[in-house]
């Protein structure tokens, strides 16, 4: 079975450019979050969707926004790019939404560089 | 607010060795509390969690952790290093039963000499 699918793996922006970043769940999941991984620091949880709603949000600004299809997949875009969000970012996704009940599997990434 | 704090951002073992990631969280509430790992280049894989069955919890690739509730600890640990365990492992607490979001650590890399 196939696992947290991301596209793109790679990718380099410049700033004030915009980004749209892209996960497929595990079939039959319908939880997803994302979390940014500066180098060198844990992963930061950015939202979490389940039911094609937000259930949470992390501490980030309004420049970041997502959402959740039909299908269960969902998308992270990010606004006016600072150098800042250069990151790996994660998807994760579960078949139960709280994160205690329902073991996450982590996709392995989109690379974001900001030049 | 959870949070947890990771003592020693690198440890180095031989193989054969214990292995020791030393992990302490804070919490007001009773925690829920994970271990994860990353290799390179790849997301991150469950080990073990905690969710107030039992304190000795084990998880996959012979590693254990133990809920200290009098100390705010959860370490995690290996009796016998193999090389393979080289890559980054994460503490992280959860926010409640019904949260949504896991707080990790900063990490530890674990580096493992032949």
């Not at chain 1, 844990?42 to 949000?57: A, L, S």
Request: positive net charge; proline residues 4%.
């Amino acid at each position: 079975d196939a696992g947290v699918t991301q596209s793109p793996t790679h990718l380099i922006k410049t700033r004030g450019q915009h980004v749209t970043l892209r996960c497929s769940p595990i079939s039959g999941h319908k939880s997803v979050s994302w979390y940014q991984q500066v180098l060198g620091q844990g992963p930061q949880f950015i939202f979490q969707y389940y039911e094609k709603e937000e259930r949470g949000r992390g501490n980030f600004p309004d420049r970041f926004s997502a959402r959740q299809f039909p299908n269960y997949s969902s998308e992270l875009n990010v606004n006016a790019l600072l150098l800042g969000d250069s990151a790996l970012y994660l998807c994760a996704s579960s078949f139960a939404r709280g994160a205690n009940t329902g073991e996450l599997f982590f996709g392995e990434g989109s690379r974001l560089t900001v030049l | 607010a959870q949070s947890v704090t990771q003592l020693g951002s690198h440890v180095s073992v031989s193989e054969g060795a214990l292995v020791l990631l030393r992990c302490n969280y804070s919490s007001s509430v009773p925690p829920y509390l994970f271990w994860y790992v990353q290799y390179p280049n790849q997301g991150l894989q469950l080990l073990l969690k905690y969710t107030s069955a039992a304190t000795l919890v084990k998880g996959i690739n012979g590693f254990e952790a133990e809920f200290k509730k009098s100390e705010t600890s959860f370490h995690l640990t290996k009796p016998s290093a193999h090389m393979s365990d080289a890559a980054e492992y994460f503490c992280a607490v959860s926010e409640g039963s019904s949260a949504s979001k896991i707080i990790f650590g900063s990490g530890t890399r674990l580096s493992i000499r032949p």
